[in-house]
C-alpha cells in the first residue's frame, strides 16, 4: 500500500506508456515527464507567488490580495488573465527581433535545469552521468538573457539592470559551484540520483545529510546566498530595484512577455532550491526514520515549499544591499569561505570517522570565519554617510 | 540521426556567417552564440556529454558574455560607415577556398586514416575524471593553481578599500551628470567592482540621445 501509494506517478506513467505502439513508447515517455514537470512546476508558480504576497502582506502588517475568491486564493488566475489581455507593447527604437527572443531564451533554460531533479524515488526526467554539470550549464543561459533584455529595449534603466544583474550572476556563480564542488568530491559522482542515494540511511534518528556536517552546513549557506543572488532575489534584487532603476532589465516588457520573466525567475527559484535539496538536504528522502512512510515526492516539494518560505521571510526582512557591497561580499567573503570549504571537504574525507574529524573540521571552519569577517571588518572605515543628491 | 546533424550543422553554420556579415556588433556577438549552442548540440549528439555541457557553460555562459561586455566598453554596438565586406574580399577568399582543398586533399590521402574506424569509446564523465586524475593529473594541477591563483590574485588586487575615498563631490559636470544623479546616491563609485555602473552610465546616455 505504501510502496503503491510512493511509486503511484511512476507506475501510472508505465501503464500509459504500455498502453502505445512500442515503437512510439521512448517519445511518449519524454513527453509525460516533460508534460509533469511543467504542469507542476507552472502550477507551483501560481501558487507561491499568492503565498509570497499574503507572506509579505503579514510581515508588512498589511492583508495582502484578499479579493479574488474565498481569501484570495484565485489571485494568480486573475494575474494570469490580466497579463494574457494586456496590450503587447514594444518601445518604437527598441530591437524587435532580440526583445521578442529574450524572455523564450529565459524560460527555456529554466525548464530544461527542472530535467535533472530527483523529484522522488525513481522520478527523475533524466538521470544524466553529469547532472549537475547540465544543470549550471543550462543556468549559464539566463545571463545571456538578461542581457538581450537589457540592451535590446534601449532604455537607460533596462541596460543598467541588465549590467548589474549580470554582473552579480557572474560573481555569484563562483561561490555558487564551488559550494556544490564539496558535495560532489564526498559522493563521488556529478549524477543527482546517486547524490541523493549518497545520503540515504540514518544514525539512530539522524539522517545521513551533507547539511548535518561542518562543511555541508557551510556549504549549504553559501549555496543559499548564492541561489538568492543568482535568482535575483532580495536582498540582492538590485536588477530591479524598483527605487532605483524602476524595473530594470524587463521596464519595456509588458503583457504576457513580462509575464513570462516573472515566471522563468521563480522557476529559476525552485530550480536552484531543488538542487540545493539534492546536493544538502537528502533530496526526497525523509527527515527522521519513523516517518518514511509518506512518499517520497510529498518530501521534495515539502523541502521545496520550506525553502520558498525561507526566501520570503528574507525578503520581508532584509533591505536591498548596494552594488559595492554585493561585489565585496561575493568577491572577499562568499570566495575565500568557499574555497578552504573544500578544503576543509577534503580534510574531512580523509580522516577516519570520530569525534576528531568533527572537532578538526569544525574548528577549522568557524576559526576561518571569524578571522575573515574580523579582517574585512577592520578594513572598513566607518564614517557618516555622506549624500550628494539627497540632502 | 544524419537529419538531426544536417539541422544542427546549418544552425551552426548560419550562425557563424551571420556572426561574420551582420552589421551590428551585439547582434554578430549573439549569432557567435547561436554558433556556440550548435556546437555544443553537436558534441551532444556525438554522446560527448561532458564537453558538450563545458562547451555551454564556458562558451555561452562566459566567453560570450565577455565578448558583449568588450563591445559595451570600448564602443557603441552602432555600425561604423564602411561596408562589411573588406576590399581584398576575393583574394582573402581564394586563399581560404585553397588552404581548405590542400587539407582536405591531404587528409583524404593520408595513410593514417584507418577506412574502418572502430567504434568510438563511450566516455562517461567519471571514465574522464579517472584520466584526469591519474593519466593527465600534473597538467591539470598546474592548470588549477594557475587559475586559483589567478582568482585569488583578482581578490587582492580589490581588497584594500580607498582610505576616505574622494568625496564625490568634486566631480566635474559633465554631460553625465543628469544620468548620474540616480547612481551617485549610493556613494563609492570610485571601487573597482562598480564597472558595470560605470558602464551602464556611459551607454545610457548614448542610448537616450
Known amino acids: 500500500m505504501v510502496e503503491s501509494l510512493d511509486q503511484i506517478f511512476v507506475d501510472l506513467k508505465h501503464l500509459l506508456v504500455t498502453l502505445a505502439p512500442v515503437e512510439w513508447q521512448p517519445f ?210 538590485l536588477p530591479e530595484g524598483e527605487s532605483e532603476i524602476i524595473a530594470g532589465y524587463y521596464i519595456e516588457y509588458s503583457g504576457f512577455k513580462f509575464a513570462l520573466f516573472f515566471l522563468g525567475e521563480y522557476v529559476g527559484m525552485f530550480a536552484i532550491s531543488g538542487l540545493a535539496i539534492t546536493l544538502f538536504l537528502g533530496g526526497w528522502q525523509a527527515p527522521i526514520p519513523v516517518l518514511e512512510w509518506i512518499p517520497s515526492y510529498f518530501w521534495f516539494f515539502g523541502k521545496l515549499l520550506a525553502l520558498i518560505a525561507v526566501f520570503i521571510w528574507v525578503r520581508g526582512t532584509l533591505p536591498r544591499l548596494r552594488m559595492d557591497q554585493l561585489m565585496n561580499f561575493a568577491w572577499k567573503f562568499m570566495l575565500p569561505m568557499a574555497l578552504f570549504n573544500i578544503l576543509v571537504t577534503g580534510l574531512w574525507r580523509f580522516i577516519p570517522t570520530g569525534w576528531e574529524r568533527w572537532f578538526i573540521c569544525t574548528l577549522l571552519i568557524v576559526g576561518a570565519y571569524v578571522t575573515l569577517g574580523r579582517t574585512l571588518f577592520q578594513q572598513k572605515h566607518w564614517a557618516k554617510r555622506s549624500y550628494r543628491f539627497a540632502e | 540521426m544524419p537529419l538531426v546533424f544536417v539541422v544542427l550543422s546549418l544552425l551552426t553554420l548560419a550562425g557563424a556567417i551571420a556572426a561574420m556579415s551582420l552589421r551590428n556588433l551585439v547582434h554578430c556577438a549573439l549569432a557567435l552564440t547561436a554558433t556556440f549552442a550548435g556546437l555544443a548540440a553537436l558534441y551532444l549528439q556525438l554522446d560527448a556529454q561532458f564537453a558538450g555541457f563545458a562547451q555551454v557553460l564556458v562558451y555561452i555562459g562566459a566567453v560570450s558574455i565577455l565578448i558583449v561586455f568588450a563591445i559595451l566598453l570600448t564602443r557603441g554596438a552602432e555600425p561604423g560607415g564602411q561596408s562589411v565586406f573588406s576590399a581584398s574580399w576575393f583574394w582573402g577568399g581564394a586563399v581560404a577556398l585553397m588552404v581548405f582543398g590542400i587539407l582536405s586533399g591531404i587528409i583524404l590521402s593520408s595513410k593514417a586514416l584507418p577506412l574502418d574506424s572502430p567504434p568510438p569509446p563511450r566516455a562517461t564523465v567519471s571514465q574522464i575524471g579517472d584520466q584526469l586524475m591519474t593519466k593527465y593529473v600534473l597538467p591539470l594541477e598546474v592548470l588549477g593553481l594557475l587559475l586559483t591563483s589567478a582568482l585569488i590574485g583578482a581578490v587582492i588586487v580589490a581588497i584594500p578599500e580607498k582610505v576616505a575615498a574622494a568625496p564625490v563631490r568634486t566631480q566635474p559636470t559633465s554631460a553625465g551628470t543628469r544620468n548620474g544623479e540616480t547612481l551617485r546616491i549610493h556613494g563609492e563609485l570610485s571601487n573597482p567592482p562598480d564597472l558595470p555602473l560605470g558602464v551602464g552610465q556611459g551607454e545610457s546616455s548614448e542610448v537616450s540621445s
Open chain 1, 28 to 237: 511518449l515517455s519524454a513527453l509525460i515527464s516533460v508534460v509533469g514537470i511543467i504542469v507542476t512546476f507552472a502550477s507551483l508558480f501560481a501558487l507561491s507567488t499568492i503565498l509570497e504576497r499574503k507572506g509579505l502582506g503579514r510581515i508588512q502588517n498589511r492583508f495582502g490580495p484578499n479579493r479574488v475568491g474565498p481569501w484570495g486564493l484565485l489571485q494568480p488566475l486573475a494575474d494570469g488573465l490580466k497579463t494574457l489581455t494586456k496590450e503587447d507593447l514594444v518601445p518604437r527604437a527598441a530591437d524587435k527581433v532580440v526583445h521578442f527572443i529574450a524572455p523564450l531564451v529565459l524560460v527555456i533554460p529554466v525548464f530544461l535545469a527542472l530535467a535533472v531533479l530527483p523529484m522522488g524515488r525513481n522520478m527523475v526526467g533524466v538521470n544524466l552521468d553529469a547532472g549537475v554539470l547540465f544543470f549550471f550549464a543550462v543556468g549559464a543561459a539566463t545571463e545571456l538573457s538578461v542581457f538581450m533584455a537589457g540592451w535590446s529595449s534601449r532604455n537607460k534603466y533596462s541596460l543598467l539592470g541588465a549590467m548589474r544583474a549580470i554582473a552579480q550572476m557572474i560573481s555569484y556563480e563562483v561561490p555558487l559551484i564551488l559550494s556544490a564542488v564539496t558535495v560532489i568530491m564526498m559522493a563521488g559522482s556529478l549524477s543527482t540520483v546517486t547524490i541523493v542515494q549518497a545520503q540515504a540511511g540514518y544514525t539512530g534518528w539522524v539522517p545521513h545529510w551533507y547539511v548535518l556536517t561542518p562543511w555541508g552546513l557551510a556549504g549549504f549557506l553559501l549555496f543559499m546566498i548564492g541561489a538568492a543572488a543568482e535568482s535575483n532575489r532580495s536582498p540582492f534584487d
